[in-house]
T-cell receptor, first 115, second 110 residues
C-alpha cells in the first residue's frame, strides 16, 4: 500500500453514462497526477495539480473529461458520455514537489469498462 | 517530443538467473530516469532511479545502467525470484510529468 487510494477499484458502465473516480493522495503531497493505462501499454499522462491548481492537461484529455482538486487534497476525475474507447485503467499518483528526489507514488488504479 | 521504448515485450528467465531489461529513449536532454514494477491489478511501484550525471546505480538486487551516448537504459535483477514476475517500465521525468515506455513482462519459471 503506497498511501494513495483510489475509489472505486472497478467500474463497469454503459456507453453514454457519466462516471466519476476519486483519488486520495498522500496527505502532505502537493502534486497529484492522473494517468491512463490501456492494456499492454505504459501509463499516459492526463493532467496534474499543484495544490488546487490544475497546471497541465494532455491532448488525451478531451472535453468529456474534467478533473478537480477543490481543496488541494483529494481529486476527482469525471468522464461524461463515456465511449468504449475510454475503457482503461485510470491511475492517480502523488508527489511532494517535482523532478528528481520527488518520487511519485501510484495508487492501485480504477479499471473502467465501458460496455 | 520525448519517447521511450523497451526492446522486448516479454522476457522469460529461470529462477536464480540474472535478468536484464533494456530501454531506449529519444531525448538526449533527459536527465532523470526511473524504473517501475507493476504487478497484476496494481499501480506502478518505484524500483530505482538514476540521474544523467551517473552511469550506474545499485540497489538491493537491482542495478540500473545508463548509456547516454546511445540513449540506452537497462535494469539488471540479480538472482531473479518468482516475486519479481511483473511488468517493468522505464520512465523519463519530463517537464512536470513521467513519460513511460510500453513495458517488458518478466516471467520467472522454476
Amino acid at each position: 500500500d503506497t498511501g494513495v487510494s483510489q475509489d472505486p477499484r472497478h467500474k463497469i458502465t454503459k456507453r453514454g453514462q457519466n462516471v466519476t473516480f476519486r483519488c486520495d493522495p498522500i496527505s502532505e503531497h502537493n502534486r497529484l497526477y492522473w494517468y491512463r493505462q490501456t492494456l499492454g501499454q505504459g501509463p499516459e499522462f492526463l493532467t496534474y495539480f499543484q495544490n488546487e491548481a490544475q497546471l497541465e492537461k494532455s491532448r488525451l484529455l478531451s472535453d468529456r473529461f474534467s478533473a478537480e482538486r477543490p481543496k488541494g487534497s483529494f481529486s476527482t476525475l469525471e468522464i461524461q458520455r463515456t465511449e468504449q474507447g475510454d475503457s482503461a485503467m485510470y491511475l492517480c499518483a502523488s508527489s511532494l514537489g517535482s523532478g528528481a528526489d520527488s518520487e511519485a507514488f501510484f495508487g492501485q488504479g480504477t479499471r473502467l469498462t465501458v460496455v | 517530443g520525448e519517447s521511450v521504448g523497451l526492446h522486448l515485450p516479454t522476457l522469460s528467465v529461470q529462477e536464480g538467473d540474472n535478468s536484464i531489461i533494456n530501454c531506449a529513449y529519444s531525448n538526449s536532454a533527459s536527465d532523470y530516469f526511473i524504473w517501475y514494477k507493476q504487478e497484476s491489478g496494481k499501480g506502478p511501484q518505484f524500483i530505482i532511479d538514476i540521474r544523467s550525471n551517473m552511469d550506474k546505480r545499485q540497489g538491493q538486487r537491482v542495478t540500473v545502467l545508463l548509456n547516454k551516448t546511445v540513449k540506452h537504459l537497462s535494469l539488471q535483477i540479480a538472482a531473479t525470484q518468482p516475486g519479481d514476475s511483473a511488468v517493468y517500465f522505464c520512465a523519463i521525468q519530463g517537464t512536470d510529468k513521467l513519460i513511460f515506455g510500453t513495458g517488458t513482462r518478466l516471467q520467472v519459471f522454476p
